[in-house]
């Protein structure tokens, strides 16, 4: 149970990744991964299924151009689970020095262009940890995916399904419909007004102190920030493949 679990965290981190001519060629063995697991609901299954066939088919100029226009392009989609919490302040620098801390302590190393809190980065990393952590972990993010899964699904973009598939693990699916009447009353971060108004508020600083302070200033470090673990942290279980509901069969 515990080698499918982490299977299937890997398989929906690929999901998440800009999309290449590697993952078209797998994506067929990334949907049998899902079809396999029965610990989700079965329309849930066959939603992922139905992607990963689509995937394969696409062209992949068209996939990457959608996936730049989805989470390169405004924050609100972003995947970077910590730009949902620290945002701007200056909390991000610590939170993402924890977060490092974690994963050099369980012996998990990162290319140097990768982004601790880069949402696929961070499912890898769970892919390495005993259920047990993942459960908890997962519960301590969960209300972040239920925000990022009501935000893609406002988008109309199958990338909801990821968070949705990962709350479905924990048993939290319906958290996301507590984000959607919010989500459906946010004015749009994605759209060339948008994005020219955020251009025009922000400074540039010149007071960086060391090579990480630069790396926050810089436009791909102003996204980073890490939601810090509570002190005590909420231990949620991942959903035993022999424990589904009827609706999951």
Not at 64 to 91: N, P
Not at 110 to 122: G, I, K, N, S
Not at 128 to 145: A, C
Request: proline share 4%.
């Amino acid at each position: 149970m515990a080698d499918a679990t982490l299977l299937s965290l890997r398989a929906l981190a690929r999901l998440l990744e800009y999309p290449d001519a590697e993952l078209q060629a797998g994506a067929n063995e990334l949907a049998a991964v899902f079809a396999a697991e029965r610990r989700l609901a079965r329309g849930l299954r066959e939603r992922l299924v139905d992607w990963c066939r689509r995937l394969a088919a696409a062209e992949l100029l068209d996939l990457q151009a959608g996936y730049v226009g989805l989470f390169d392009r405004g924050r609100a989609t972003s995947l970077l689970l910590f730009e949902h919490v620290h945002g701007e302040s200056r909390d991000r620098g610590q939170a993402m020095v924890d977060l490092l801390a974690e994963y050099e302590a369980a012996g998990f190393g990162l290319d140097a262009r990768e982004l601790p809190d880069h949402l696929p980065v961070f499912l890898e990393y769970l892919s390495t940890r005993p259920e047990e952590e993942i459960g908890s972990w997962l519960g301590d993010i969960q209300h972040i995916l239920a925000l990022l899964a009501a935000r893609l699904e406002e988008r109309e973009a199958d990338h909801a399904l990821v968070p949705l598939a990962l709350l479905a693990l924990i048993g939290a699916e319906d958290a996301v419909a507590v984000h959607r009447p919010q989500v459906q009353e946010e004015a749009p971060d994605h759209t060339p007004e948008a994005l020219d108004a955020v251009w025009e508020e922000e400074a540039v600083r010149f007071s960086a102190e060391s090579d990480q302070d630069c790396a926050l200033q810089s436009a791909e470090g102003r996204r980073l920030a890490e939601r810090k673990r509570q002190p005590q942290p909420q231990v949620v279980t991942i959903l035993p493949s022999g424990a589904t509901a009827t609706a999951r069969q």
